[in-house]
């Protein structure tokens, strides 16, 4: 079970956010994963392995942790980073998404 | 450039049955396992069911194993989900996504969703 923190943060553009992932039990960190869900689209995969940066992601976003704790972090929020973040853990035959931290401007 | 193209989608009765589609393109369809992910109104992502390469490996979550069936046709590029015995906590937009690649099951690309509405 992977529990994401805080349900939702609000802040202002320019500032930096950081997002928390905590999974109940030890994870290798190939198996985490970040997504960037805007209101009606799909979601974008950020991270794999949770610190890579996927195609075509800027180098504002950047992936953490070990073990149970993981962290998403942006540094410089622009207006377009507003959504919703999920954090994905995959086994060997089940997948589990965190609940996701809704990012809003302050 | 990789596209999903999700479809049959729509409004079915509690207990009935639908099968959803996605044809895919821009990449050799049958290196790569595909898999549903859903998402109920309002709610967050519940991964549904995965399908290797070769479909010889097949995996369902708790709450749809006995009634869902994933399956792919390599020959047409698309890969399908039967849905049956439909309730209403199946409502949801069901995307499919293509696996970056064979053992790592992130999504790196992602259909548009189809809505399915369980409903009398």
């Known amino acids: 079970v992977l529990t994401q923190s805080p349900g939702t943060l609000s802040l202002s553009p320019g500032e930096r956010a950081t997002l928390s992932c905590r999974a109940s039990q030890i994870i290798t960190t190939i198996s985490l994963g970040w997504y960037q869900q805007k209101p009606g689209q799909a979601p974008r995969l950020l991270i794999y392995g949770a610190s890579n940066r996927a195609t075509g992601i800027p180098d504002r976003f950047s992936g953490s942790g070990s073990g149970t704790d993981f962290t998403l972090s942006i540094s410089r929020l622009e207006p377009e980073d507003f959504a919703v973040y999920y954090c994905q853990w995959f086994g060997k035959s089940s997948v589990s998404f965190g609940q996701g931290t809704r990012l809003e401007i302050k | 450039e990789v596209q999903l193209l999700d479809s049959g989608g729509g409004l079915v009765q509690p207990g009935g049955s639908l099968r959803l589609s996605c044809a895919a393109s821009g990449f050799t369809f049958s290196n790569y396992a595909m898999t549903w992910v859903r998402q109920a109104p309002g709610k967050g992502l519940e991964w549904v069911s995965a399908i290797s390469g070769s479909a010889r490996s097949i995996y369902y979550a708790d709450s749809v194993k006995g009634r869902f069936t994933i399956s792919r046709d390599n020959s047409k590029n698309t890969v399908y989900l039967q849905m049956n015995s439909l309730r209403g906590d199946d409502t949801a937009v069901y995307f499919c996504?293509?696996?970056?690649?064979?053992?790592?099951?992130?999504?790196?690309?992602w259909g548009q969703g189809a809505l399915v509405t369980v409903s009398s």
């Open positions: 996504a293509k696996n970056w690649r064979e053992g790592i099951a992130v999504y790196d690309n």
